[in-house]
């Protein structure tokens, strides 16, 4: 990303459920302010949302970051957690290994990653077991 772009940054807490979204309901408020269209607000909160509950269930929690200029907007996912072993499969509808209580709770159903990649244009996901994942989501808007 350029210099002229507008970058918004959250700490995604990993110490509860309660706290997960705020990133991108913030995400959300922004866009809407400068003019963003509805359906790429959707997508965008959406994949986001995705992305915080997977920072939360598997990493502790992590940073969302926000860019946005004129053509793009990107948002990136760190977190410093176990890593994806096998990204192939994670990409899997309903694949998951999140643990019993946490799919007892509702979540961890296997439609994060699914779910991160048909709600943006472009996703990259750069992973390494044992140090953490970084997810880049990529939005044209010309």
């Given at each position: 990303?350029?210099?002229?772009?507008?970058?918004?940054?959250?700490?995604?807490?990993?110490?509860?459920?309660?706290?997960?979204?705020?990133?991108?309901?913030?995400?959300?408020?922004?866009?809407?302010?400068?003019?963003?269209?509805?359906?790429?607000?959707?997508?965008?909160?959406v994949a986001m949302?995705?992305?915080?509950?997977?920072?939360?269930?598997?990493?502790?929690?992590?940073?969302?970051?926000?860019?946005?200029?004129?053509?793009?907007?990107?948002?990136?996912?760190?977190?410093?957690?176990?890593?994806?072993?096998?990204?192939?499969?994670?990409?899997?509808?309903?694949?998951?290994?999140?643990?019993?209580?946490?799919?007892?709770?509702?979540?961890?159903?296997?439609?994060?990653?699914?779910?991160?990649?048909?709600?943006?244009?472009?996703?990259?996901?750069?992973?390494?077991?044992?140090?953490?994942?970084?997810?880049?989501?990529?939005?044209?808007?010309?």
């Open positions: 990303m350029n210099s002229e772009a507008l970058h918004y940054h959250f700490d995604v807490d990993g110490a509860s459920f309660a706290n997960a979204g705020r990133a991108s309901v913030e995400t959300k408020k922004l866009l809407r302010q400068i003019g963003v269209s509805p359906d790429v607000i959707r997508r965008i909160s949302y995705e992305g915080e509950i997977n920072m939360v269930i598997h990493a502790h929690g992590g940073d969302a970051d926000v860019y946005i200029t004129e053509d793009t907007i990107l948002i990136t996912l760190k977190d410093v957690g176990p890593g994806i072993r096998n990204v192939e499969d994670a990409m899997k509808e309903g694949f998951s290994t999140a643990p019993e209580n946490i799919r007892a709770l509702g979540f961890g159903a296997g439609m994060g990653l699914p779910n991160m990649k048909r709600y943006s244009d472009d996703m990259h996901i750069d992973t390494k077991v044992g140090v953490g994942t970084s997810i880049e989501l990529w939005y044209h808007l010309k």
